[in-house]
């Protein structure tokens, strides 16, 4: 069994395929609860542990969870296959990505990357597969993904010119670390990392090295090296973020415009959707007017990383992130925006679901729960009825933005369809897959 667990994230999708249909038979899921964790990085971009996207799905399934989402930078590689894993363990589930871009009207603040005016994470939900290769939103996609290369290969290069005991080669150090060519900073930091190890042959050399470089005592980097999650972060704040040897200020022409983001993701017919820090940013410090700028330009949903709004030892702190949480939510519940959240999954060691128990989130369970279930709904009705969030009309008739997040919630609540179900919503026209989905949402239980 444990062979196959690991075999779920194989760089192979057959490998990968038939570990999860051997693992499934032989392992009793928990009864499900209603915690959602909609933001979940997977290896198609970076994972802490390395998990595939059926390797994300069965992990969520054994945690009994409602429902899913995957969350990958740049790319929609994963998409698919994750929603083939969540169908296949009936797991409710949905997939988007994340990237960075350029907000114009925000050029002159920090948004939600600090140091960095003008640059804003941003997300889609809701894809269910990659666009088709003619459009124009495939030539959005391959700009996002070519822009990373662009700076993968820059940052490498600033940071070899000021080094000295060896050299980083993208294409042969860092690419073979993925599966697709999707390489990010903490793949470029792993490569480093690996590099100077190998290269100066271990790390006790390995953390002189560094100490050396970045004028530190070798005592602390020797003791930083020795957990190498920790030294992983220490080693990409010292190399890649602000203030680091290859960091370089970003511009208006680094990363893509926000709303030719936008309209790449909405051509796919997904949602639009912000990304909130933690309400500390000159933007994020006046949210309604960020979030009427959003809305105007078409966004129709909001994403929150909980942990990082209430999970501090310090209670002053504590308190300001929780109320910045609590104003942003109630806003978000005001502008009609589904919030989206999770725990990402992009550093080891990170929790696999938020705690719904803290009180923090307790308080906005419904919300989170709701917004869940109007990701899957969406999800399920795109692929079977070809219906979106975003379309003017649902089912025939035009519904104001409360009845319809209901109505799309709705769907998103039933159980994950059983094989029996997708293969009836399959075979049937999409106008009778859209009355059946609703028929059953109304009546809470697939006919």
Same mark, same amino acid.
């Given at each position: ?20 249909? *051997?693992?499934? +038979?032989?392992?009793? !899921? ?10 979940? /990085? ?86 269910? *597969? ?32 000021? %080094?000295?005991?060896? =050299? ?19 793949? #470029?930091?792993?490569?480093? /990392?690996? @590099? ?37 972060? !220490? ?13 370089? *200020? ?11 983001? #936008? ?22 410090? @006046? ?13 129709? +949903?909001?994403?929150? #990383? ?14 300001? @992130? ?18 989206? #959240? ?7 060691? =990170? ?9 923090? %989130?307790?308080? /906005? ?7 869940? *279930? ?57 106008? @009778? ?10 009546? /809470?239980?697939?006919?």
């Amino acid at each position: 069994m444990t062979d196959n667990v690991a075999l779920l994230s194989s760089f192979q999708a057959e490998a990968r395929a038939a570990a999860l249909r *051997q693992l499934a +038979a032989v392992t009793t !899921f928990p009864a499900e609860r209603d915690w959602v964790n909609m933001h979940i /990085h997977t290896f198609f971009s970076y994972n802490g542990e390395g998990w595939s996207p059926t390797r994300v799905a069965y992990e969520m399934k054994k945690l009994g969870l409602h429902a899913a989402a995957i969350c990958d930078f740049d790319v929609l590689e994963g998409v698919e296959e994750f929603l083939a894993a969540a169908d296949f363990l009936q797991l409710r589930g949905a997939a988007g990505f994340e990237s960075r871009v350029f907000f114009n009207e925000y050029a002159d603040q920090e948004i939600n990357s600090p140091g960095e005016p003008g640059v804003f994470y941003f997300m889609g939900m809701g894809f269910v *597969q990659p666009p088709p290769a003619a459009g124009r939103a495939a030539g959005a996609f391959a700009d996002m993904l070519n822009r990373s290369h662009t700076r993968n290969r820059d940052l490498i290069a600033r940071i070899n010119a000021k %080094i000295t005991r060896f =050299q980083l080669d993208y294409d042969r150090d860092v690419l073979p670390l993925t599966p697709r060519r999707n390489a990010t900073e903490r793949h #470029i930091i792993a490569a480093f /990392h690996a @590099k100077a190890v190998d290269t100066l042959g271990g790390a006790a050399p390995a953390a002189a090295f560094w100490a050396d470089t970045f004028g530190l005592d070798p005592a602390t980097v020797t003791a930083k090296i020795a957990d190498y999650n920790a030294f992983a972060e !220490f080693l990409r704040g010292k190399l890649i973020k602000r203030g680091g040897l290859g960091y370089q *200020q970003p511009t208006a022409h680094t990363f893509p415009l926000l709303d030719d983001v #936008i309209a790449a993701i909405r051509e796919c017919r997904a949602i639009p959707m912000c990304a909130w820090l933690d309400g500390d940013s000159q933007a994020e410090q @006046k949210p309604e007017p960020f979030l009427q700028t959003l809305v105007a330009k078409g966004v129709a +949903a909001v994403n929150i #990383i909980p942990d990082r709004n209430w999970n501090f030892k310090d209670k002053d702190v504590q308190t300001k @992130k929780i109320a910045a949480l609590d104003e942003f939510v109630r806003l978000a519940r005001h502008y009609h925006l589904p919030v989206n #959240i999770g725990t990402e999954g992009n550093k080891p060691g =990170q929790r696999l679901v938020d705690d719904f128990a803290a009180e923090a %989130i307790r308080r /906005h369970h419904q919300t989170f729960l709701q917004g869940a *279930q109007v990701m899957v709904g969406h999800t399920l009705l795109r692929r079977y009825a070809g219906v979106s969030y975003l379309d003017p009309a649902i089912g025939g008739r035009d519904l104001a933005p409360e009845p319809r997040q209901a109505f799309f919630a709705s769907v998103g609540a039933l159980p994950a369809p059983p094989p029996d179900i997708r293969r009836k919503l399959a075979a049937t026209t999409p106008d @009778k897959a859209f009355a059946y989905l609703a028929d059953s949402a109304a009546k /809470h239980a697939w006919q």
